[in-house]
């Protein structure tokens, strides 16, 4: 079924793992519309796959012309009719929140709660599902995003966006059990409005980092761990990386030019003089680099307790390690290819970390000043 700039195609995106996402591409008053459905196809290499991928396009399917029936009706003016009229949508979110709660997801069923707050906050909490509209859902989206505050301030946008999806899935429950005809959410444009915001990463400073090679670990059987930490902020190894690192990884050729097999990322990366400076003293180079490092409880429990020693306020862990080796490398003024390499990220999920250093020309000592801090 076709009509003018109301075309509704189903399309796949290829994701991680072999999946693909499954959208809606169509046009809506002129503009090109990618609707995700949140609906995935998996890698059919069993039966149990393959059934479960005839059910998600079923689901997608019957999504697809529904979506195709709610455009016709705006496009003819037609409402979204209630079938039961006087309906409290506190009830209809009540039963949302209940079948939430039957498959044992208590973490969904509390936001759920949070968005029944945000929504109550919005126009009370006496509104019945037939006043429902375009308009109502239309507003509670700019309600969301300008004047919704919580306790804790003004609510963010991410959040905002999972009680948007929340207070889609309890219309649709509505819809489900014949309460209303039609999600009038679904007419409503939501993405352009309400955007996902990315925290921005953190990472130490060069003063921050000199205070650590200068403090000592205050457990002092476990030097390890400063060892494994502080080469981790100089090779920008993860946590699983340093685990797992035998001293067979570290290449040392007659050229000088020492470099770490990185086995995650399938690279080899270059070790500077801080690098080398932190690998452990030991004549029998086989087996682990860092043998006798701790579980991973009690490596966090003395980073906490070293971070409290140097007087950082940031929280050590490896995630901050890592990140601070890409702001080390972006303050050489590195290329973003050369970068990426290094890391093991495609350009895409670079943007967080380019964003971490100022992108302008630094001279040659601020260069040196970011590597050399010996």
């Keep these: 079924m076709a009509f003018p700039k109301s075309r509704i195609n189903l399309k796949y995106k290829d994701i991680d793992g072999g999946r693909k996402s499954i959208y809606l591409d169509y046009y809506k008053d ?28 079923k689901k997608a399917l019957e999504i697809q012309r529904r979506r195709i029936e709610e455009l016709t009706a705006e496009e003819n003016g037609m409402k979204i009719e209630t079938v039961e009229p006087g309906i409290p949508l506190a009830k209809v979110i009540k039963d949302y929140h209940s079948e939430i709660l039957n498959r044992g997801d208590k973490s969904t069923a509390n936001n759920v709660m949070g968005m029944w707050r945000a929504v109550s906050a919005y126009r009370g909490d006496d509104v019945s599902l037939a006043d429902v509209d375009m308009e109502y859902c239309d507003g509670l989206v700019d309600f969301l995003r300008d004047e919704y505050h919580t306790v804790h301030g003004k609510l963010k946008m991410t959040t905002a966006r999972a009680y948007i999806y929340l207070f889609s899935g309890a219309l649709n429950l509505a819809v489900e059990n014949g309460l209303i005809r039609r999600n009038p959410l679904f007419f409503v444009k939501i993405h352009d409005r309400i955007t996902r915001e990315r925290p921005k990463k953190q990472n130490l400073t060069v003063d921050e980092i000199r205070l650590l090679m200068d403090t000592q670990c205050p457990v002092i059987s476990r030097p390890q761990v400063k060892q494994a930490y502080l080469f981790s902020v100089f090779t920008g190894l993860t946590a699983y990386d340093i685990v797992n690192l035998r001293w067979k990884d570290i290449k040392t ?32 180079r086989r087996g682990p680099v860092f043998k006798g490092l701790p579980k991973e409880t009690e490596t966090n429990n003395i980073l906490k307790l070293w971070q409290g020693k140097a007087g950082i306020e940031k929280r050590l862990n490896f995630t901050l390690a890592r990140n601070t080796f890409a702001y080390l490398i972006l303050s050489t003024g590195a290329d973003v290819a050369t970068f990426c390499s290094l890391l093991g990220v495609t350009s895409k999920n670079a943007k967080g970390y380019l964003a971490m250093v100022d992108r302008q020309t630094v001279s040659m000592e601020e260069k040196l000043k970011a590597l050399q801090l010996d």
Excluded: H, Q
């Design 30 to 57: 002129g503009k090109r519309v990618r609707e995700s459905m949140r609906l995935y196809l998996l890698p059919e290499t069993n039966r149990k796959a393959v059934a479960g991928n005839k059910a998600t396009m």
């Design 253 to 284: 050729p007659t050229d000088g030019k020492a470099s770490v097999w990185c086995a995650s990322r399938k690279i080899f990366i270059p070790l500077s003089s801080n690098a080398m400076r932190w690998l452990p003293e030991t004549s029998n």
